[in-house]
């Protein structure tokens, strides 16, 4: 591992700049008063200092690790240093990071070849049998937190898909592709599955007939891709919230 992180590539002194200035850009925005600003300024030990230290290292240490992960198991260099890496919420501290290039069909396809893996359409590929938008390779890379919990979100038992997309409180959660890379990375990591004892609804993916796809760990112990219809709802079948 170690020989993989001495190959991530450093900013360049111009890049670390545009941060920073992107960086005063952004306080500025949040209406910091002028004593907090100084108070940092004058006392290297602020707790405003530790805030952010915490906040990069975090950041470029899950995109280290994700740029091991890409090499590993998918033979890619990916520059994940422009990434945009949204905002922690309590509670949300695994960093999914779906790089360029990714798609439903490579990373079932990529994973199949490290674990047994099971979808319900047999010989067809994937992607065919989902939603015109969710079909190809991913633009760019980007960057989501979810909760690190190997069983799918206790919260969100009993609710179907249907009742998350009419939900006055806009609720986010992984779709198929996020859910797919999400499983592989923790496998990659404890040579465990997802979903144990539950069943991640993958809420807002849809196949072309309107179904909902879901995976869980299949019988055989690899992974497993169904499907629901929009209404279908139990206390194991559960969406993963993402925070982007």
Known sequence: MNKHMNE??????????????????????????????????????????????SVL????????????????????????????????????????????????????????????????????????????????????????????NQEADEDLKNWSAQMIANSKEKIDTENLLERLLHGFKYWSETRNHLDISTITLCASSRYVDGGVPSVRRARDGGVGVSGYVPGNRNDGLRARRVVR
């Open 57 to 148: 290292s975090t950041s470029f240490d899950h995109l280290s690790l994700w740029t091991i992960f890409y090499h590993t198991y998918f033979g890619l260099t990916t520059d994940l240093s422009g990434i945009r890496i949204p905002a922690k919420k309590d509670g949300f501290d695994r960093l999914i990071v779906v790089a360029k290039g990714m798609s439903i069909n490579l990373v079932y396809e990529t994973g199949k070849k490290n674990f047994g893996s099971w979808k319900w359409c047999g010989d067809e590929d994937l992607e065919s049998q989902m939603q015109e938008s969710e079909r190809g390779l991913v633009k760019e890379s980007y960057a989501f937190w979810v909760r690190d």
């Open 8 to 53: 991530v590539k450093l900013a360049t002194p111009e890049q670390v700049f545009s941060l920073g200035a992107r960086f005063v850009t952004r306080v500025n925005s949040l209406r910091v008063s002028e004593k907090r600003i100084k108070d940092a300024i004058n006392n290297g030990n602020d707790p405003l200092w530790e805030v952010v230290d």
